[in-house]
């Protein structure tokens, strides 16, 4: 028995996300943990439990039936470990769940490790509106864009949204699953899943066959946030399971984010108390994302500006004739330099100046706005 | 010729935020500016041109005619003087002009320093969205509806919104104009006006029948930020008139707050930058923003939350039991305990719990979820 095949082993035996477990394997090694198990008898001789199913197991078997599917089991000191999954040694656990998983069955192309160098969370609501939908795609596809690599769960509503964005701009993508790689939650996503496998990752700590349950979709999300280095949550209600992904990205210092909507859509109110009460950064577009996410000053994002228009750079003066400058009908100099406030002398030089500019024109008797809308 | 005259007579003169006449009376008195300047002569002993028209002026009889018209004028020393304005001496000017104004010319029934005492200016982009405008509405009401005063620049889009919200919740509301406050600008809006002026105030620092123009604009958005105690900004494209106004806010040390919206839509594009990258607050509701424009402590908002339900309040055991009960077919605990991965016996001892609060119910050969939608 070798540490990865007590690995397999353990991962059968609790949930995932035990901290007993994680905090015995973390101290003891995974190898002597499995002996400690099995050799553990009562009194009267009879196998407990634990040690009884330790028993029934053949993970040498298991993992060679995976391999035969195209599954292989990923774990601490593999060149495709990623090391992000580490810091869950070091984080409080949330509901009593935490630490490093045992490993990660995973299924896809890519090297798990590699693909995580710059990875994005992008998740959210299962009950996405359309907004969220859209946006949540559009992010994933500009991060996609970007080189960074989209990790979300496989869920309704954002989560896919969030795939399909990626895979839409041919970008690497990897959905973290509450169940067994082998199997598709929600089944209507099986095509979706089996393309992620092709081209993506598909990653979980749970055995193959394993049914995904609550507590193993709480476990789940601090993989998502451990394996990336920021979470962007798009639509969240607030008892939306997207803000226990936050939770944990806050926990784990990751940068956390939110993508703001609509007031009056019960969909963002979570989003928008992430930002207001936790401090996570509001996140328009994937290049804002991206500037939070990178490396410092990889990625610095342009300030969204509109365009310069020659009115932009007149001198106060020259504004203040401008704006006494009827629009239609031509006023004599006399008349705009009462209006203006300012003498007739000066406003003839200025309507002179403005004139080459052709923010105003001469008309009949006197000046005018300039008609040209591109030069105003 | 005394300061207050000296004064309205100054305020004819020159631009407002005219930043050499607001040094010069801060430094001098308005008293004895007005009288350098009137006295001022070139070598030929003509009048200058401010000379002459300080001659031209009777600000007497300006006073006079505006008080027959139920309309004051309010300057520092006065009972009615907001002090928040005076902090506009201690600020760095925008665009070169700033400075605490001369005085303002006030009509309406309320006390503008006691109304000017806990107040929110609430602005925003004429081209409002209907989304904008209705949410500017609600926020306005809200803070009527918690005893604040709502500030707004009476133009159109999110301004007018805003004072229609607040006069709707029938609290008090003050128009800041960039023009004479017997003028009515934009004029569509004089019925506006003339209620605002009869149950709340409409306010400006330029003299009776002066003109809008846009240096007087941006020199009215430091008003409206200086008599407030934070600025909320509901819709802002990236080039809006209302991010001015948050500048003038910001430089304040007033709190700057914003209303998020759709990251689709270029209305909301200039707030979601004061978010992200001016540290603005982000608020969705008029509660939040009484939170941090009230002293401290006197509001605390509630964190939204939905319902606690029986589900919430489950141990890590029985989440799991209650994960493995199927919704509909009944199934034995011999089955349920197969699922949970967890020993039949103390299966039974978790399913008659959970039955205790309906979460699961007994039915043909075994157990299933409650059916009792209030109680999951």
Known sequence: ???????????????????????????????????????????????????????????????SEAAARGIRFVCPGDEEWPRGLDDLDN?????????????????????????????????????????????AADIAADLAGHGACVVSGAAFGIDQSAHRGALAARGPTIAVLACGVDRAYPSAHHRLLDYIGETGLVVSELPLGAAPTRVRFLARNRLIAALTRGTVVVEAAVRSGALNTANWAERL???????????????????????????????????????????????????????????????????????????????????????????????SCVLLRLGDTGLVERGRGGWRRGTDPERR
């Open 253 to 347: 210092n990751r940068v956390l984010m939110g993508v703001p909507g609509p007031v009056t859509s019960a969909s963002s109110e979570g989003v928008h108390e992430l930002i207001r009460a936790r401090g996570a950064a509001l996140v328009a577009r994937g290049a804002e994302v991206m500037e939070l996410v990178a490396p410092s000053g990889d990625f610095l994002v342009d300030l969204p500006r509109g365009p310069v228009r020659a009115s932009d750079v007149l001198s106060d003066r020259e504004r203040q004739v401008l704006d006494a400058v009827p629009a239609v009908r031509p006023a004599p100099p006399a008349s705009i330099a009462r209006t203006a406030g300012i003498v007739e002398s000066e406003v």
């Open 1 to 63: 028995m070798n540490e990865r095949l007590a690995r397999v082993a353990l991962a059968r035996l609790g949930e995932p996300g035990d901290l007993r477990i994680a905090e015995q394997v973390a101290q003891l090694g995974a190898e002597r943990v499995y002996e400690h198990i099995r050799e553990e008898q009562d009194v009267a001789g009879v196998h407990t439990d634990a040690a009884a199913r330790l028993h029934g197991l053949d993970p040498a078997r298991e993992l």
């Open 91 to 135: 984080v409080e656990p949330v509901q009593r769940r935490g630490g490093v998983p045992l490993g990660l069955w995973v299924r896809g192309p890519l090297r798990l490790a590699e693909a995580c160098g710059l990875s994005v969370s992008v998740v959210g609501s299962r009950s996405a509106t359309s907004y969220g939908g859209a946006v």
